[in-house]
């Protein structure tokens, strides 16, 4: 398979076309499970990834955005060999090589690899086992297979440099932040009215220049925004000023003050959690749970895409369940309950098919 594929193209928000595929790595039309063996495997075939990163297929000539709960490919079976390639078995029949040297495990001990074409796939439960069961040696950094050692490598990369402010200041000082679309999120007026939320304490982390923090403000309600960056807060007070319901903070939201434990009753969430270096992503759990009251409700926008250098740093849906929404340890309670979880399908052409808007209630 030729790994000099040109990016398949997506169209416009108007005309896109969607197809998710489920926990277990199989295509789901209307909630409903496709069994077309056939017609699975041409769709797998044709996966390619889009200039945006994302997985596209093509059907019927076009091109079709996959939303993937977990990972657009899950892998069943792998046959480990003494070449950098190896065969793999997916849904459907389906069968393509992948590429030794992209095997990487999660804090979860879930294994994923990529195929030629670039999409990553995550290795089944069963498929991991007997992989593991023909290696000759293996520890936390690397598997042996005969002669043959193959690095595993963190699911994430490492940028410890997003943990200074001075690397967000730079961002703000010498250009425009890739992430700033200079107004507020444009799914807002659409999506939180239907909340009927009464006036409410917002808490904004990673406020940036401060759009979003002044859209709330604006619906009456009484709002806080933060950001690491001190150019981003004078450029917040340059955008919107300052009044008794919109207050500018600049900090390190890990270290605000245990007078703002339980505060607010909502956290908005739009590019902090995949700003921050995943390593510290059970922090950010932490942080949202102490700041918010009980039965405080925490919402917004998770990018939902595979990139694991950054910032930004991607998620999957997989992930964020697990870290919201299923006990930590055993015994224990999910830190939230959802009360909303969907992917929006009217977002920005850049972003499409990438954006979950979730709303969770603090679960006390």
Not at 102 to 130: H, K, M, N, Y
Not at 280 to 305: A, N, Q, S
Request: with cysteine.
């Amino acid at each position: 398979m030729s790994q000099t594929l040109a990016p398949m193209s997506v169209p416009t928000a108007e005309s896109a076309r969607f197809v998710v595929v489920d926990e277990d790595g199989y295509f789901s039309i209307d909630g409903i499970r496709m069994a077309d063996q056939e017609v699975g495997a041409k769709w797998l075939s044709s996966m390619r990834k889009d200039d945006r990163g994302r997985a596209i297929i093509e059907v019927d000539g076009q091109p079709v955005i996959v939303e993937a709960f977990d990972h657009p490919l899950t892998i069943l079976d792998v046959e480990p060999g003494p070449e950098t390639h190896w065969r793999a078995r997916f849904n459907y029949g389906y069968e393509t090589t992948v590429d030794s040297h992209s095997l990487a495990c999660d804090e979860w001990d879930r294994f994923f690899i990529r195929t030629e074409t670039g999409i990553r796939a995550v290795l089944s439960r069963s498929a991991q086992s007997r992989l593991f069961q023909q290696a000759t040696a293996y520890d936390d950094t690397s598997v042996t297979f005969g002669a043959r050692t193959i690095e595993i490598a963190p699911y994430y990369g490492s940028h410890s440099a997003a943990n200074c402010a001075t690397f967000w200041s730079d961002i703000y000082r010498n250009e425009v932040p890739r992430w700033d679309i200079g107004a507020f999120h444009p799914a807002l007026p659409r999506l939180i009215p239907p909340l009927k939320l009464t006036r409410c304490r917002v808490l904004v982390l990673g406020c940036g220049n401060g759009h979003d923090a002044h859209w709330w403000s604006q619906q009456g309600h009484i709002v806080t925004g933060v950001d690491f960056a001190p150019e981003a807060i004078e450029n917040a007070r340059a955008n919107y000023g300052e009044s008794s319901d919109l207050k500018w903070v600049q900090a390190d939201a890990f270290k605000l003050p245990t007078d703002w434990n339980e505060r607010f009753d909502i956290i908005y969430e739009h590019t902090f959690f995949c700003a921050v270096n995943p390593a510290r992503r059970p922090d950010i759990l932490k942080l949202w749970r102490r700041l918010l009251t009980p039965r405080g409700r925490l919402l917004g926008f998770v990018p939902i895409m595979d990139k694991p250098e950054g910032p930004p740093f991607g998620c999957t849906e997989w992930e964020l369940r697990t870290r919201l929404l299923l006990p930590q340890r055993r015994g224990a309670q999910s830190l939230f309950l959802p009360l909303i979880w969907s992917r929006d399908r009217e977002s920005i052409s850049k972003r499409l098919g990438q954006e979950l808007f979730f709303v969770v209630e603090r679960r006390d």
